[in-house]
């Protein structure tokens, strides 16, 4: 299961109720812009993941048309990523 994430209050309930029946991927958008805020090198690995602390925190938007085009490119690297893996049985994207 490949599934994009903006993290919100509650946690990661996908986590405990999908991930056991599923080889779960998890492309984080607010770790994305964090990262990509940050200058972080490889984007893709750092956005991928469930990561506790990103939950109950607010992150600004970023409106900058290169982490948009940044964001894109690296969704679908981390898509790819995770079908040549075999994580994408089913793709679904989870709100905040």
Known sequence: MFVVDLPAIGGPWF?????????????????HMRGY??????????????????????????SDPAWKLAFQR??????ARARQEGSSDLRLAAGG
Request: proline share 6%; glycine share 6%; with cysteine.
């Open 15 to 31: 986590e405990e109720e999908l991930a056991p029946e599923f080889r779960t991927t998890v492309f984080s958008i607010s770790r």
């Open 37 to 62: 805020l940050e200058g972080r090198r490889d984007l893709v690995d750092y956005s991928c993941g469930v990561f506790p602390e990103d939950y109950n925190k607010a992150f600004p938007g970023v």
């Open 74 to 79: 690296d969704l679908i690297a981390a898509y």
